[in-house]
C-alpha cells in the first residue's frame, strides 16, 4: 500500500526565509510525487510533480521540492517566502505499475508572517 | 483557468439522512474523482468514474455511497442514510484524459456535517 507523512501540522516562517514543508512516503516501486496547494475557499491547486529525472523539481509560483530517494521525501521548499505563501501544502504520491489514484497526506498548514 | 466547481459550500444534515453533493467537473475532462478530508486527518480517496462506470473504489465508498453523472456535466456523490462519521470535506476532482502532467483539478469542497 502506498502511504504519505506530512510530518508537521503548521510551518510558521518569517517573509522573506526559506522554507521548507516536510513529506516521506511509501509506494512499491518508483513513484511519482506531487505537491497541491489549497489558498481559502478555493480547491487544491496541482503545484509540482516528480517522476524522473532531476531530483530537484521546480514548479509554480517559485516553488521547488527534492526528490531523496534514500531517505523517502519529497520536501517543498521555497527560498524566499511571501506573505502570499501562506496556504495548506498536500503532497500526494502514486507508485508506478499500482494504483493510478494518488494518495494524499493530511495537509500542512504554512503561515508566513510579514 | 479552469475550474471544477462544487455545491452546495456547506451541507448539514440529520444522521440518516440522504444527501447528494454536486459537482461541475472541467468540460472536456474524462476522469472523475471523490476524496473526502475529516478533520485533521488525511486527504481519502473515496471513488474513480471513467467512462460512465465506476473505474476504482476504497473500502470507504460501501453501499451507502453512489455516484452519478446524470447529464452529461454533472457530477453526484450521494449519501443514502449518513452516520455522524460521514462529517467531513468532500473534494470532487477531474483530469483530462491522457493529459502528460495526470495533475487532478479539484473543487473547493462541499462540508458535511451530521448532526
Known amino acids: 500500500a502506498q502511504s504519505v507523512a506530512q510530518p508537521e501540522d503548521q510551518v510558521n516562517v518569517a517573509e522573506g526565509n526559506p522554507l521548507t514543508v516536510k513529506c516521506t512516503y511509501s509506494?512499491?516501486?518508483?513513484?511519482?510525487l506531487f505537491w497541491y496547494v489549497q489558498y481559502p475557499n478555493r480547491g487544491l491547486q496541482f503545484l509540482l510533480k516528480?517522476?524522473?529525472?532531476?531530483?530537484l523539481v521546480k514548479g509554480s509560483y517559485g516553488f521547488e521540492a527534492e526528490f531523496n530517494k534514500s531517505q523517502t521525501s519529497f520536501h517543498l521548499k521555497k527560498p524566499s517566502a511571501l506573505v502570499s505563501d501562506s496556504a495548506l501544502y498536500f503532497c500526494?504520491?502514486?507508485?508506478?505499475?499500482?494504483?493510478?489514484?494518488?494518495?494524499f497526506g493530511r495537509g500542512t498548514s504554512l503561515i508566513v508572517h510579514p | 483557468e479552469p475550474e471544477v466547481t462544487q455545491t452546495p459550500s456547506h451541507q448539514v444534515t440529520q444522521m440518516g439522512q440522504e444527501v447528494i453533493l454536486r459537482c461541475v467537473p472541467i468540460?472536456?475532462?474524462?476522469?472523475f474523482y471523490w476524496y473526502r478530508q475529516i478533520l485533521g486527518q488525511k486527504v481519502e480517496f473515496l471513488v474513480s468514474?471513467?467512462?460512465?462506470?465506476?473505474?476504482?473504489k476504497s473500502e470507504i465508498f460501501d453501499d451507502q455511497f453512489s455516484v452519478e453523472r446524470p447529464d452529461g456535466s454533472n457530477f453526484t456523490l450521494k449519501i443514502r442514510s449518513t452516520k455522524l462519521e460521514d462529517s467531513a470535506m468532500y473534494f470532487c476532482?477531474?483530469?483530462?484524459?491522457?493529459?502528460?502532467?495526470?495533475?487532478?483539478?479539484f473543487g473547493s469542497g462541499t462540508q458535511l456535517s451530521v448532526l
Open positions: 476532482a477531474s483530469k483530462e484524459e491522457g493529459h502528460p502532467n495526470e495533475k487532478l483539478f
Open positions: 509506494v512499491s516501486g518508483n513513484p511519482y
Open positions: 516528480y517522476i524522473t529525472g532531476d531530483n
Open positions: 500526494a504520491v502514486r507508485g508506478l505499475g499500482g494504483s493510478y489514484i494518488p494518495t
Open positions: 468540460s472536456n475532462h474524462l476522469y
Open positions: 468514474f471513467y467512462n460512465n462506470e465506476i473505474s476504482e
